[in-house]
């Protein structure tokens, strides 16, 4: 998809002025259900600990580890596929497509997929792509991106996906315009379940490649990226680099905090293995399979100050509890990954040209960090954008001033403290009768919001100061 | 340069190091060999009867249903009762296990039992298991000859045999269950890990049964431990 990461401020104004859009996304209960399943599992922070530890130690060893899975993928008769590009990631799907004369392509959800565009450009050469996952099939209905990593749909209210449905699904005879989620599924199930047994070619995403036994993991709710895989000729992973883990024990500790991370499960109802194509004497499963690992600019955050985001597990925590995400939605961030994970990642793959905004689009309030099970420091990922922005002299004008002024200053205590005494006495004799203002010089985009409370007294480092009893040491 | 010589390279280069040396090399592989466990939780470690316990707990709290047999002779009635109380058609798809065939089920002459992988039209499934982990109320299906994956996603109703004596603690303990039952040999091409019947709550996060797997999930958990072949 094209990118619309520059244009965030228009997007974000127009998503807190939709109120459909305000609708759908005011009664999110993720974090209810993350905190109870938290509560559930004493060793949950320790676990946090040993998963942080297990992603480190692959990212040191990251080359050894991705030379051992493909041999252990090529040992059980599947194949790896290294791409740089997006670009070499859709050749390689479209080879294997091709390679078996596929004419339509179940899909399980993919963030890669997402990110290499693969739904467009299988339709562009003629094959047909069918997302699978409910909420990514009704945003393929509609033609739009996922708002959202885990919960694609999670933008739009029913009576949105109702109309969506009488539109699309009369095609298949269905003209009654439905109420209720539980028809809406029922109807797509039925549906879908034809595209399935169709299909000639499986794509689905991967949670997690085990070196140890040459496999990938899928975690879903609905089954969906099972019956891809299984009802194929073909299955195809679409992977990055920084899913590895070492073993199958590496592995468990990362799913006993993933579920509960994302949506308070203890497990999600299906984790599935894929360790090569089906056997001889199996009954059925895909014919050929093959793992297609995508860089696009990871690797080169590896020895970087954003090195740490390469753990990240894709669980949504983070989205989930960020104050800015809540309030616009997934869409206004303008690509594939919103909220906070998204803002530290695409900066790293779109540029900070493009993406810029996404790490000033935050308060730095510190609550992605303190939920997220690998421990990614985020904020602070985010600030260093912030720094490169500022090097690379992208930042408007009118902040630079002001953060050069500021430094001025800061650098001169005395100045500092002098000038800060001096205009919060101004500020304080001039709001004194109304005890704020509506409107301040140079602060015209803060006050348009909101009114700036006129200072009462001293400055906090005089009140600090008057304290004097070393709290500050 | 190829595009996997390439990555190869960028990586070590961004790593600041060469390829790894020998020794570094042979650590790696001893930890991959010796795959450490990391954190097991507490709740995992139970005596068996209290893994029993909590696997039926967890398993009910992720939606799934159970009945407790006391012993394989029983199955064909369970599934038959099963089949009744939810107005199902007496008719099931039964993984071609030898151990389930070996079943009576000629003591319900009314089920039609059909073996094979699942058809499109099948409304319930048979199929057994090769472990439960009591930590979270899971499954583990491992595909092969005796147990086709599409038993465990295409039919409405999936009905899983799981003797007491398959039923382990934590993860790790199913994983060292495979490994032995495997020998170091080919790994299977599936292994699913199934907690409670298919859902989805994409729609304003109400939750929904039955996206595109089963809509039940029935476990029987058959009290003996005999059965030495089926143990497989």
Redesign the interface.
């Known amino acids: 998809m094209q990118p619309t990461c520059h244009a965030f401020k228009e997007n974000a104004h127009a998503a807190l002025n939709d109120a459909t859009l305000q609708r759908a996304i005011s009664k999110l209960g993720f974090q209810a259900a993350r905190a109870a399943a938290v509560a559930r599992l004493p060793e949950f922070e320790a676990l946090r600990d040993r998963g942080r530890d297990i992603k480190n130690h692959v990212l040191e060893n990251l080359d050894f580890y991705l030379e051992r899975f493909e041999a252990k993928v090529r040992e059980r008769g599947g194949e790896v596929h290294w791409c740089r590009t997006p670009a070499e990631a859709r050749e390689a799907v479209l080879a294997i497509c091709r390679g078996v004369g596929a004419r339509t392509v179940t899909k399980g959800k993919s963030m890669i997929g997402e990110e290499i565009a693969i739904n467009d450009y299988l339709a562009a050469n003629g094959i047909t792509p069918i997302e699978t996952d409910f909420g990514e099939y009704i945003i393929q209905l509609r033609h739009e991106p996922p708002s959202h990593i885990i919960a694609p749909a999670i933008h739009l209210t029913k009576d949105q996906v109702s109309d969506t449905f009488l539109e699309s699904h009369r095609q298949y005879g269905k003209t009654r315009r439905l109420a209720e989620p539980g028809e809406m599924l029922a109807e797509a199930r039925e549906i879908l379940r034809e595209k399935f047994i169709a299909a000639d070619v499986g794509i689905t995403g991967a949670n997690f490649l085990v070196a140890e036994t040459g496999s990938s993991f899928i975690v879903t709710n609905e089954g969906n990226g099972d019956l891809t895989q299984t009802l194929t000729k073909a299955h195809i992973v679409l992977a990055t680099p920084e899913k590895l883990v070492p073993t199958l024990e590496d592995a468990t500790t990362l799913l006993r905090l993933l579920a509960r991370s994302a949506t308070g499960q203890e497990m999600s109802v299906y984790t599935t293995m894929s360790t090569g194509p089906r056997r001889p004497d199996d009954l059925d499963g895909p014919a050929a399979y093959h793992v297609v690992i995508l860089d696009n600019g990871r690797t080169a955050l590896l020895g970087t100050e954003f090195q740490d985001i390469l753990r990240c597990i894709k669980c949504a925590a983070c989205l989930n509890h960020c104050p800015v995400y809540n309030t616009i939605g997934g869409h206004a961030y303008g690509w594939v990954y919103p909220g906070p994970m998204g803002s530290v990642l695409t900066p790293a793959i779109l540029g900070v040209e493009e993406a810029g905004d996404l790490p000033n689009a935050t308060t730095l309030c510190g609550r992605c960090e303190s939920v997220c099970p690998m421990r990614i420091p985020l904020p602070k990922m985010l600030r260093h954008w912030r720094e490169r922005e500022y090097e690379k002299g992208l930042s408007p004008p009118r902040y630079r001033a002001g953060l050069r002024v500021w430094a001025w200053f800061a650098k001169r205590p005395g100045l500092y403290h002098l000038a800060a005494r001096f205009g919060m006495s101004v500020l304080g004799a001039l709001g004194r009768r109304k005890g704020r203002f509506h409107r301040l010089p140079f602060a015209g985009g803060w006050t348009s919001g909101r009114d700036m409370p006129a200072p009462e007294g001293p400055t906090f480092h005089a009140l600090w100061a008057a304290r004097g009893d070393g709290a500050g040491a | 340069m190829?595009?996997?010589e390439?990555?190869?390279a960028?990586?070590?280069r961004?790593?600041?190091r060469g390829?790894?040396d020998e020794a570094?090399?042979a650590e790696?592989e001893a930890?991959?060999a010796a795959?450490?466990?990391?954190?097991v939780?507490?709740?995992a470690q139970l005596d068996h009867p209290a893994q029993v316990e909590l696997f039926i707990e967890?398993a009910e709290?992720?939606a799934a249903t159970t009945v407790r047999v006391a012993s394989l002779a029983e199955v064909p009635t369970a599934v038959a009762e099963f089949l009744a109380a939810q107005n199902l058609p007496a008719a099931i798809r039964l993984a071609?296990d030898p151990g389930l065939q070996a079943m009576p089920w000629r003591d319900r002459p009314l089920l039609k039992v059909e073996t094979?992988?699942a058809q499109?039209g099948d409304r319930a499934s048979v199929s057994p298991a090769f472990a439960g982990v009591a930590?979270?109320?899971?499954l583990m299906m491992v595909?092969?000859?005796t147990s086709?994956?599409?038993l465990?996603?295409?039919p409405e109703n999936h009905i899983v045999v799981l003797r007491a004596d398959q039923i382990v603690g934590?993860?790790?303990d199913a994983?060292d269950r495979l490994r032995a039952a495997r020998r170091g040999a080919?790994?299977?091409?599936?292994?699913?890990?199934?907690?409670?019947?298919?859902?989805?709550?994409?729609?304003?996060?109400?939750l929904?049964m039955?996206?595109?797997?089963?809509r039940r999930l029935h476990i029987i958990l058959v009290a003996e431990d005999s059965n030495a072949q089926a143990k497989a």
Do not use: C, Y
Not at chain 2, 135 to 138: I, K, P, R, V, Y
Not at chain 2, 188 to 205: K, L, V, W, Y
Not at chain 2, 210 to 214: D, E, N, S, T, V
């Open positions: 190829s595009a996997r390439d990555m190869l960028q990586m070590r961004a790593l600041g390829v790894l570094k090399k790696l930890r991959l795959h450490p466990r990391n954190l939780p507490k709740r967890m709290r992720a071609p094979g992988i499109p930590e979270t109320g899971t595909s092969g000859p086709p994956t599409t465990n996603f295409l934590p993860f790790e994983w080919d790994f299977p091409r599936a292994i699913n890990f199934i907690t409670g019947p298919s859902r989805s709550a994409d729609i304003e996060q109400q929904v039955g996206a595109h797997g089963p």
